[in-house]
């Protein structure tokens, strides 16, 4: 995660960038008080406050709208060579972009928006001069890249929760094969089953060779069948 969002932020940056060369007026519309000012206090208290109050499907609008804000923050203060001020908006910005990942639903709504983004990037792309399509052209690739990312964790979660005792190669049967790997794995030569509780078949909540035993007994017939146990 802590890449996606390393990721997630180096769009926001392209993005700003892109903004940027829009137009000086709105980044710094965007930005209002910086760090440095006395003010600046009771903006991220407002900020907070707009986060905590917001309905549940416009928190992650909500959190991205603070972190572009932030976003423009930095972007304004580089410009004016002040960069000890510049990581102030930075450090929050980051702070908000976590509080993505601590969301219900977080990885469907950053596919959306990052979709909309990478729509919003293309239009871009055609209105801009030769020598500034590679530009827009890596911060959509970079934008892809996230989403990807995204897709392989949700199925990554996915195969995690929808696992079978005992199907320790995870070919969704539970045969011979599954007694070698459980073995191979014990003795080191293979990778560990993902998630490991594959291979708890007595449902102890420990892999050991008495799984061993016990799933080569339910093969043969004269045992029962693999269990899960209730771990942590
Ligand atoms: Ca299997
Ligand atoms: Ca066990």
Not at 1 to 25: C, G, H, N, P, Y
Not at 77 to 92: F, G, M, P
Not at 132 to 145: F, H, L, M, V, Y
Not at 160 to 179: E, H, M, P, V
């Amino acid at each position: 995660m802590r890449k996606t969002i390393a990721l997630l932020i180096a769009v926001l940056l392209v993005l700003a960038f892109a903004q940027l060369a829009e137009s000086q007026e709105t980044i710094e519309k965007q930005a209002g008080i910086t760090p440095g000012s006395i003010f600046y206090n009771f903006d991220i208290f407002f900020d907070e406050f707009k986060i905590l109050f917001s309905v549940p499907e416009k928190k992650a609008d909500v959190i991205i709208e603070v972190a572009n804000e932030r976003l423009a923050e930095e972007a304004v203060l580089i410009e004016k060579n002040k960069e000890q001020l510049s990581e102030q908006a930075e450090k929050q910005r980051i702070r908000q972009l976590k509080k993505l990942e601590t969301l219900n639903n977080p990885k469907t709504d950053l596919k959306e928006k990052i979709e909309k983004h990478i729509d919003r990037l293309e239009e871009v792309k055609e209105q801009v001069p030769e020598e500034s399509k590679d530009s827009i052209e890596n911060a959509i690739t970079a934008s892809s890249k996230v989403i990807e990312k995204i897709e392989a964790t949700s199925i990554k979660s996915a195969q995690k929760t929808s696992w079978k005792s005992g199907d320790l190669n995870a070919d969704s049967l539970i045969d011979d094969r599954d007694t070698k790997y459980l073995l191979n794995y014990l003795q080191g030569n293979v990778e560990e089953p993902n998630p490991i509780l594959r291979g708890d078949v007595n449902g102890n909540c420990v892999v050991n060779i008495a799984d061993v035993v016990y799933l080569n007994s339910y093969l043969k017939s004269n045992g029962s069948a693999p269990v899960k146990g209730v771990c942590r």
